[in-house]
């Protein structure tokens, strides 16, 4: 008789799965807070700790780090030495191993000091799985819940451990269960590495393990092939409706939700609602909640009054739950939006959106898990090679006030979220902002002086096409955010000019102080942050 090694933290569908191997004949090993759960559900089984003779050690940090487990795991049956030696341990043959790890990344992320995280690093799991995976010919390895309905499905057409069946099928769990370890494996490095003042980026390798690749109709341009590669399984980017995905469309899905989220996750209880709508990886307009009594649809239109004719096909990110308000609006208006982003979608703005057939409907957990990436750390790749940084994380900057009239608490907030969207858009570039939203974006410039006079042509341009929407964008009373310093006080002085009040950049130039005059002399506030955030 076969023995089943049940020993999870993700507990979904355990009991139901347990009984189930029971009924295909199978005896059930188990140990700590599984064993408890299955018991409960009067489903019998052996305590590890009763298998092996040895109970658990060192406040449970050992418990099936035992000979008897691991020989069982990975005996190869086919081998008469291995069968003899487990005969002789009065052992039997563990034919499936089902096992999830401690949430490392939740418990490193709960503001817990080094040892007390290390408490969460799992090694009888990953040593289980590993064992297991090595030995696909002879036991199958399952770390995620949702395969057990298939591992049930294969198991009663009555394949044995040993045969070519078993293995073709038991390999692909293999794959998987390397991959999850490995990223396991990544994460604790980059907690490590980044619990250190040196470098949150090993300069020395970096190991990635990508899932099944999703391929694309081409690349940037139609002679191009392209697929994406996913980091994690939840990253499917498959639409609620709509026809799938492009490359473009993928960049800049990704770069309407990291705008998005500056302001807080979908889950993030203390979130400021935010509209982003990117076009071509910048954003064309962004506008966050400035009251509680403020609706989505008006948050949405002030994102969009910012630039409604690059918006023409762009991607809207919305880290909330997109409401029949702002799907009514977009039907009405005829607005062309190739993809919509936001945590979930009311049904009624599904039905109000449904004409729209190849408008996709994108959920938030399939963009983005977590503020950070995957691998902790940014890949870009080059002709020769790939570049590896650290995140470019805004965090709390201590803003410094270096003229002498400082900004409203108002203004103030403006500045902040006006610098957030800067750097999330290409440099040079220069963000316009008033009343938590952007008036105008000046991006991509190979000189900053240039962004003044591009911002300034396109709130022309969006106030001719604004007319009944909204009442016309001005710059008077605006806040402007850089993305580095000024080496000239020449767009302070013409950003004065055109009714700017306050303005936020990192410092650090040598000629710092010829803005400062500039700004005193003109009555304009000004902060520095002391962190650039170019984005090339």
Same mark, same amino acid.
């Given at each position: ?13 355990? !009991? ?17 807070? +599984? ?7 009067? @489903? =019998? ?37 291995h069968s003899k030696v487990l005969a ?5 043959? @563990? ?14 992320? !709960? ?17 289980m799985l590993r064992a297991s995976a ?13 395969? /057990? ?32 370890? !490995?990223? /396991? ?10 619990? +250190? ?27 191009? =092939? ?88 762009? @991607? ?62 940014? @890949? ?44 999330? +858009? ?65 767009? !302070? =002085? ?22 400062? =005059? ?19």
């Amino acid at each position: 008789m076969s023995y089943a090694l049940l020993s999870v933290t993700d507990k979904t569908g355990i !009991a139901p799965f347990a009984k189930e191997l029971v009924s295909l004949g199978f005896k059930i090993l188990s140990t700590g807070g +599984t064993a408890k759960a299955l018991e409960e559900a009067g @489903i =019998e089984i052996t305590r590890v700790s009763d298998y092996t003779g040895s109970p658990e050690i060192l406040g449970g940090r050992v418990k099936t780090l035992h000979p008897k487990i691991h020989a069982s795991i990975l005996c190869d049956h086919s081998d008469s030495k291995h069968s003899k030696v487990l005969a002789n341990m009065q052992a039997g043959a @563990i034919s499936l191993v089902a096992c999830n790890l401690y949430d490392f990344s939740k418990a490193a992320k !709960a503001g817990q000091t080094l040892d007390e995280a290390m408490e969460s690093i799992d090694i009888g799991g990953p040593t289980m799985l590993r064992a297991s995976a090595k030995n696909f010919r002879h036991c199958l390895s399952i770390i995620d819940p949702s395969d /057990y309905s298939k591992v049930l499905e294969f198991l009663g057409k009555g394949s044995k451990p040993g045969s070519d069946a078993w293995a073709d099928h038991a390999k692909t769990y293999s794959a998987k269960v390397f991959g999850a370890v !490995a990223l /396991y494996d990544q994460s604790i490095a980059s907690y490590f590495a980044g619990s +250190t003042p040196k470098t949150s980026v090993n300069v020395n390798s970096i190991k990635i393990k990508l899932c099944d690749s999703q391929p694309l109709r081409y690349g940037e341009n139609p002679a191009q =092939e392209a697929a994406f590669f996913p980091l994690t399984s939840q990253a499917t980017f498959t639409p609620l409706q709509g026809k799938a995905l492009s490359y473009n469309n993928l960049l800049d899905v990704d770069a309407a939700a990291q705008i998005a989220s500056e302001f807080g996750g979908p889950s993030d209880p203390d979130k400021n609602l935010c509209v982003a709508i990117v076009k071509h990886n910048n954003p064309c307009g962004a506008a966050v909640q400035t009251s509680s009594g403020e609706s989505l649809l008006e948050v949405f239109k002030r994102a969009y009054a910012c630039d409604p004719i690059s918006s023409f096909g762009g @991607i809207v990110a919305i880290n909330g739950v997109l409401d029949v308000e702002v799907a009514r609006f977009i039907r009405q208006e005829k607005l062309f939006v190739e993809c919509i982003v936001a945590e979930s979608f009311d049904k009624d703005a599904l039905d109000e959106l449904s004409v729209r057939k190849n408008l996709r409907l994108l959920p938030w957990s399939q963009v983005r898990a977590n503020s950070s990436p995957a691998l902790g750390s940014e @890949i870009r790749s080059l002709h020769s090679g790939f570049l590896v940084q650290g995140w470019d994380s805004y965090g709390s900057p201590k803003l410094e006030k270096v003229t002498a009239t400082a900004p409203s608490d108002r203004e103030m907030q403006d500045l902040v979220f006006a610098a957030k969207i800067a750097k999330c +858009t290409k440099s040079n570039t220069l963000i316009y902002a008033k009343n938590g939203a952007t008036i105008a974006i000046g991006a991509g410039q190979m000189s900053r002086i240039d962004c003044v006079g591009l911002a300034e042509q396109k709130l022309k341009n969006s106030n001719k096409k604004n007319t009944h929407l909204t009442k016309p964008l001005s710059f008077e009373g605006a806040v402007l955010a850089s993305d580095a310093f000024f080496p000239f006080p020449d767009v !302070a =002085e013409e950003s004065a000019a055109l009714g700017v009040k306050a303005i936020i950049q990192p410092g650090g130039s040598k000629n710092d102080q010829l803005s400062v =005059e500039a700004c005193d002399r003109l009555g304009v506030s000004m902060v520095v942050s002391g962190q650039r955030h170019f984005r090339h």
